[in-house]
């Protein structure tokens, strides 16, 4: 079965989210999955969503035995959201941008959420002309910047004769080695595979950059510290999602479906097998905490009619 499963589901990424999608009496499943075929690369970039519309407790949970699940890749509402990188807003030359913009620019005053809007567009702006100066500079690049430039040669991959297509080329020479200059095409497999040992590379440095600044008197310190910061933010929840490896006793990373599957047996196969049980010695470490009921009391209903009771 499990073989099947990758034979039929081969090159798809489930996308989880963790809330039940069936009810049938008393009985709840997740029997509603969604797949995507794009890369994981792409898909992390695109931060997607998903969750079921309603619960079984809402008012139209009675209106069928199945809730709808809701699936969206970054802003659910449809409009574009400008974001500015994380690595442009920590660059020298973002600051001196906006100083000069808003040097250059004057706002008069006017509605709080109209002035807001402004000094966004503003950073924007100074975003843009940040990204436009650090590609062509001379230097080493932040990691960073080499996922930033591998996403967006990514997402240009189709028409590579766009000018942003040609800016990650100059800006991170590095990437060439993924286009095939005779064919026009880009190896999206290889660069997949970069952008997720770029993002690897990034996690371990950040780990062990890690420098808590807990003070003796300071308990709350703790969760002001990047290790905790990093442990919330890659904590257990299956409404996002991440690029694993799985790697066997040896510590080799393994590199296909059947593979991965026997380290997981290998290693799974003895927690989950049926563990002896000793009923005797359960009872004698039980018995002081069982209640039970005097001989002398009567019951008003019989034990077994209650019990049909509440089994219906």
Known sequence: MEQMFFNI??????IEQDRPTFMRGKYLARLDYIFTKLPCAVLLDLQPVAHVKWEFGHRLGESSDHVPVFFALGASDGRKVVSIPRWVAHHPDYKQHCQDLIGKVRISPGN????LSRYKYIMSTAASLTISSSSSA??????????????????????PKHRYFKTCLKSYPYLEKFFDHSLDTVLCDDLGKLIARLHHNKSCKALMDNTPCVKEDDHAGNKRSKLFAWMSLWASKRRSISTLQIVDEDGVVCTSAECCANALHKYWGPIMREKPVRLDLAKLALVNFICVWPDDLTYEVSFDHFRLLLDS
Do not use: F, K, N
């Open 138 to 159: 001379t230097g080493s690049l932040s990691i960073d910047q080499q996922i930033y430039w591998a996403l967006m040669m990514l997402r240009y991959a189709s028409d």
């Open 112 to 115: 709080p959420l109209h002035l």
């Open 9 to 14: 589901l081969v090159g798809l990424t489930e």
